[in-house]
């Protein structure tokens, strides 16, 4: 628990902290994970159902992205993860590719596009990505890829980075609704 207001840019910024890893991750650690993984799409549709145009084109704090921007954020990021989890499992340590996510977040579609575009495709895409998490063994879950920032990563240690992704990205909306009293 840390000491800083509730307001604090800190606080708005990692609503739910940053990420840490357990020093294990253990079978029921990582089926926590998928199942957060899993509930992203519906907990994300119920966090914006009925947000009218201007609400949805709220930041969630000063300087920070939209609600909108963030939904498309989310379509973006975990098409990307999908597509890395599907190479560890298919090629030893492939080197992935990161890209400027705030530039993305600044393109039309990501600014503009109505939000059901991203939460159906989210939709589809955990749907996909959970089947394939519940069928890999400990050894995929061993498997890495080379990231150009974060060096070798493993996929379950990944793994838990995407399930804290839902939990800060959902805050992010929950809070800026609660501060509205939207």
């Known amino acids: ?29 990582r089926e926590a994970w998928i199942a957060e993984i899993e509930r992203l799409p519906a907990n994300l549709r119920e966090l914006t159902a009925g947000l009218s145009e201007a609400r949805l084109d709220s930041p969630y704090r000063p300087g920070g992205w939209t609600v909108r921007q963030v939904v498309h954020h989310l379509a973006d990021s975990h098409l990307n993860s999908y597509t890395r989890f599907r190479l560890a499992l298919t090629e030893e340590t492939p080197s992935i590719k ?59 240690w990944m793994l838990g980075l995407y399930a804290w992704h839902c939990r800060h990205h959902t805050a992010h909306v929950a809070g800026l609704r609660s501060r509205e009293g939207w």
Do not use: C
């Open 98 to 156: 990161a890209y400027n996510e705030a530039a993305w977040a600044e393109l039309a579609d990501a600014r503009s596009a109505p939000q059901e575009l991203s939460l159906s495709l989210l939709q589809g895409l955990h749907a996909r990505w959970t089947i394939l998490l519940r069928h890999m063994t400990d050894e995929d879950f061993a498997r890495t890829l080379q990231h150009p920032e974060l060096g070798e990563i493993r996929l379950d």
């Open 1 to 29: 628990m840390n000491n800083l207001s509730p307001d604090t840019d800190e606080n708005l910024r990692y609503p739910v902290g940053r990420y840490k890893a357990p020093a294990v991750i253990d079978s029921q650690t």
